[in-house]
């Protein structure tokens, strides 16, 4: 069974850095866009960042010059680099993406990791 773990979450002072990883494993054929999602408390989950299999990338405004996304398509892991952190960055970050996988056939399931607590607070 195909899932995806991240990790790297934790609590970090405004203006401080943390780095995401999400890998994912199984027997996998292959993996289409990449993206990381948060959730703020009392908030809907929005769409952070995403990066294509052929390395195009898209940030939600709120997190751009800050944020950066990238794969390693040999390792099947994606990253999120998030520098110059602020309050409002705290959320339970998940990972998601389309995966293909012997069962799947020529579709991309779309799976989703269980998440990663950031906290930055002074």
């Known amino acids: 069974q195909v899932q995806l773990v991240e990790s790297g979450g934790g609590l970090v002072q405004p203006g401080g850095s943390l780095r995401l990883s999400c890998g994912a494993s199984g027997i996998i054929l292959g993996i289409d866009v990449m993206n990381w999602y948060r959730q703020a408390p009392g908030k809907e989950r929005e769409l952070v960042a995403s990066?294509?299999?052929?390395?195009?990338?898209g940030y939600v405004d709120s997190v751009k010059g800050r944020f950066t996304i990238s794969r390693d398509n040999a390792k099947n892991t994606v990253y999120l680099q998030m520098d110059s952190l602020k309050p409002e960055d705290t959320a339970v970050y998940y990972c998601?993406?389309?995966?293909?996988?012997?069962?799947?056939?020529?579709?991309?399931?779309?799976?989703w990791g269980q998440g990663t607590l950031v906290s930055v607070s002074s």
């Open positions: 998601n993406a389309g995966i293909r996988t012997p069962l799947s056939g020529y579709r991309y399931l779309d799976i």
């Open positions: 990066i294509t299999s052929a390395g195009g990338t």
